[in-house]
């Protein structure tokens, strides 16, 4: 079977020949490209035929089929060395969102949030009343035929209200203490944040996309069954069964902690439960993970990206991944994936060793 084959069996319920093997390159690459250790036949499309050269199935390469359009405001990105800074301008005040670029990890940081009070909330709301959005659906196309046999066409949903301004906007400790400070503005902030939010996941809907996810980045130690009750699992039910009725499958990255949310995270409908990390560096061994979700979902994971590195000698590694692949072909729900990405200092021939324990020890 394919890549593509084995996965859409999965999806469908169906049996594969071997646990298919679908990992995120996308972080691991990047940073080649910015160490300038990236071979030259692999630069720009050729991304896509580095997962092939490798053996890895292809699904994921964040990705937004909309395009957002500000109407009203004034929006600025600068960068200034290894700063980036966004400011907003509405008849309400200015907001200014700072990141700083890490060398080291390749990655960028926030500095300043762009909401941090409760001061902010006029200009933030005025921002998102005059945003709206465009398909942008040209990407998704042109993937579905360069990726062919390898893998599946998957776009973004937007996050849930909630972690948007957890992962983006706000930031937890500011989030809480909004929520706690100014209760009646924080909850018009959500509602409205959840409407636009709405607008751009039915631009997702209706993309050439098979497989649709929300980037949850969810992590169980930072929202808690509370707030996940509260203010995520409403938006992902409504949008978990517009996917499946629009005959797609629905997906959701878990990429921190799983102990406390992965059962009420897959009694929440999703398809796919993507990028779940177990221990050493998660808090749940893998051969705990399906009994902790329940009947039901996909579970996509299972090698953390630490497991790419010198970190881990070779013995440590094969023995990890085939230890993983002994739970995973138990049972047809499983897929191999990297919880959550190969990082910057990933070896190249352990992400291409995968592939060879997975038609060793692989197979059903």
């Known amino acids: 079977m394919t890549n593509r084959e084995r996965i859409l069996a999965l999806l469908r319920g169906e049996v594969p020949d071997q646990v298919p093997w679908f990992g995120d390159l996308d972080y691991w690459y990047n940073a080649l490209v910015y160490k300038q250790q990236l071979p030259e036949k692999y630069a720009g499309d ?10 890895v199935g292809f699904y994921l390469q964040g990705y937004e089929p909309f395009t957002a359009v500000y109407e009203g405001v004034e929006v600025l990105v ?5 700063e980036r800074i966004t400011e907003i301008h509405t008849p309400f005040g200015s907001l200014t969102e700072v990141q700083r670029f890490l060398p080291t990890s390749c990655s960028w940081a926030y500095t300043k949030h762009l909401v941090e009070t409760a001061d902010d909330l006029p200009a933030f ?3 998102l009343e005059h945003t709206r959005y465009e398909p942008n659906y040209a990407e998704a196309e042109r993937r579905a035929k360069i990726i062919g046999d390898n893998g599946v066409t998957l776009c973004y949903l937007p996050r849930s209200p909630f972690m948007l301004m957890v992962a983006l906007y706000s930031g937890i400790q500011n989030l809480v203490y909004l929520d706690l400070d100014a209760p009646e503005e924080f909850a018009a902030t959500m509602e409205l944040l959840e409407a636009k939010a709405d607008e751009a996941a ?3 809907l209706e993309s050439p996309a098979e497989c649709l996810m929300i980037p949850e980045n969810l992590s169980s130690e930072v929202v808690g069954l509370r707030y996940y009750a509260k203010y995520m699992q409403p938006y992902e039910r409504k949008w978990v069964k517009l996917i499946q009725e629009a005959g797609k499958f629905s997906f959701i990255h ?3 902690t799983l102990r406390g ?7 929440t409908g999703f398809r796919v439960l993507e990028a779940l990390t177990p221990a050493p560096v998660g808090d749940l061994e893998i051969e705990e993970l399906a009994a902790a979700a329940g009947p039901g979902p996909i579970l996509w994971g299972g090698l953390p990206g630490v497991y790419f590195t010198d970190k881990v000698t070779d013995g440590e590694f094969d023995a990890f991944v ?9 049972e047809p729900r499983f897929v191999l994936g990297v919880a959550d990405q190969v990082p910057p200092d ?3 021939e352990r992400v291409a060793r995968v592939r060879e324990l997975v038609e060793l020890y692989g197979n059903y």
């Open 125 to 127: 709301r005025y921002w």
């Open 261 to 267: 949310l992965i059962r009420p995270v897959a009694e």
């Open 346 to 348: 990933g070896i190249w």
């Open 322 to 330: 085939q230890r993983v692949l002994g739970v995973m072909r138990q």
């Open 202 to 204: 039915q631009i997702a």
């Open 78 to 82: 600068k960068e200034e060395k290894e």
């Open 254 to 256: 878990m990429d921190g």
């Open 46 to 55: 050729g991304y896509f035929q580095l997962n092939r050269d490798l053996g």
